[in-house]
């Protein structure tokens, strides 16, 4: 049984709470696309974790988890949360992590080029992290990528760097910045290297033997369905595939192995960086932002960057139902909005007068868009802690019913809080077939 698990809008629905949740029911947890640039924060009783390039199955300790050959991965930064998650009492063993040997390398001229590919960017800058995620996939798309398995072999190493900073300090260089040494990122990386060395599996083998075992395998997306490169908000987005298809390329399986998709929802929407958001609460709508974004906790977890906050967006969110091919929903942060008087759902979208029912490719159309609102009336008392349908005013289960029908998927897990027995747990017939 193999299950993908991706985050339905802009990102950060809640997708690493109810990965967390669900990791019980399954034997391996694997990442397939993006790097530290991901950041799920999981609340497991007093402890708080922030996972950025580590799946969120990594904290039960009798999983498996795989960093896909899809992700690029920075080893000074894989070794820094690997030290973290240690000293939070979670031991992380190459018997319990798996690394692809053909996933990529990011490398410190990959972050010197994410700031010079912004600046040069300037007004239509993506608002990256500047980790050195996108330049990397530009090496990998370009055919100069490093990927794990050159850096286990010194000399290789040591010619790629040299081959490739000799171009990276060019433009380094144009844009004001101190060129990198060579010397310098190959005594840095070699070293990692011999670190990552017992991680590194040939992750297609181990995945398709753990499939013939039976196991129970999960594809924990990062960043999320509008953010895709292809699928998304173009230009503003992830360089990399978070969608269902990607899945079985960044994880190296075969598509039809996959046997079911659940897309995380969230009651309402936010968006990190920059790029076109259809819904956003602006001007008068400011005081009610600042409301979700206190309740909801909405700032980046790895930047802590406010994010930008709007309403449900039915038409971008049934778009990537169709995409992803979601079998369920898990909807998150319903307690987030036990607070409003009145709630909004985007239901269609006007364009220069004209009524469309589609999700837009260009993204100046999108900037143009005037959303068509239902307003559905708040039920105003809280739904914190709640874990069962009943116990739901009645409001609030008219509104769960209204966003499913929206988006023509059944839900099948509700999320009323940041813990793990915060949840509604009303698994639908598809989700019981998987869990049977
Ligand atoms: P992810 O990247 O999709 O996993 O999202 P993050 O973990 O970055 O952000 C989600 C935030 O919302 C985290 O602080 C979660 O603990 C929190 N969260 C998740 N589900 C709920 C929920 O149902 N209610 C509330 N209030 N917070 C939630």
Redesign the pocket.
Known sequence: MIIVII?AQW?????????DLLADRFDIVARYQGGHN??????VGEKAFVLRLLP?GIIHEDKTCVLGNGMVIDPKAFFEEVDQMTEQGISITPERLKISSRAHLILPYHRALDHTSEERLGNEKVGTTLRGIGPAYEDKAGRRGIRVSDALVPELLKSRIERNLAEANRVIVLYGREPLRSDEIFDEISVLAERLRPFVTETTHFLSEAKKANKKILLEG?Q?TLLDVDHGTYPFVTSSNPTAGGAAVGAGIPPHHITGVLG?V?TYATRVGEGPFPTEMLDEEEETANLIRQ????Y??VTRRPRRCGWFDAVATRYAAELNGFDSVAL?????LDALEEIKVCIGYEIDGERIETFPAVSQDLEKIKPIYERLEGWKSET?GITKVEDLPTKARLYVEFLSNSIGVEIGL??????RD??ILSLNSVMESWFK
């Open positions: 985050g990102g950060d629905e809640g997708k690493g709470k109810v990965v991901a950041g799920h924060s999981v609340y969120s990062a999320a995380i969230r309740r909801g906790n909405e980046g977890s998150t942060k319903l307690d987030v914190v509700i999320s009323t809080g940041p813990e915060q949840t």
